[in-house]
Nanobody
Framework: QVQLVESGGGLVQAGGSLSLSCAASVRTFSSYAMGWFRQAPGKEREFVGTINWSGSSTVYADSVKGRFTISRDNAKNTVYLQMTSLKPEDTAVYYC????????????????WGQGTQVTVSS
């Protein structure tokens, strides 16, 4: 069983930056690929990006490519989402997710989820 807890959300102005963290309670964190998703009100949960088990490979949605960066620290059982050049359309609840398989882009394919953290970008 994997428990995930996101933190770091908040209110930021357009053009600003914000960094999210996701702490995992599991002994074998390095066995899990991690994903970040977001969900705006009235919309489906949307893929943001994913990182492989060692952190050597990442995949991003086109909407965030070049602005968002995912990294992980396996010694701290934590995955990060660094967001820059934020836009109002980035406003959403952001979730981290875990699965043994890497490069999953569909929310339904992930086995474990955090509770989410709100990110609001004002114009």
């Amino acid at each position: 069983q994997v428990q995930l807890v996101e933190s770091g959300g908040g209110l930021v102005q357009a053009g600003g930056s914000l960094s999210l963290s996701c702490a995992a309670s599991v002994r074998t964190f390095s066995s899990y690929a991690m994903g970040w998703f977001r969900q705006a009100p009235g919309k489906e949960r949307e893929f943001v990006g994913t990182i492989n088990w060692s952190g050597s490979s990442t995949v991003y949605a086109d909407s965030v490519k070049g602005r968002f960066t995912i990294s992980r620290d396996n010694a701290k059982n934590t995955v990060y989402l660094q967001m820059t050049s934020l836009k109002p359309e980035d406003t959403a609840v952001y979730y981290c997710a875990a699965d043994f398989v890497y490069n999953l882009t569909m929310a339904r394919d992930y086995d474990y989820w955090g509770q989410g953290t709100q990110v609001t970008v004002s114009s």
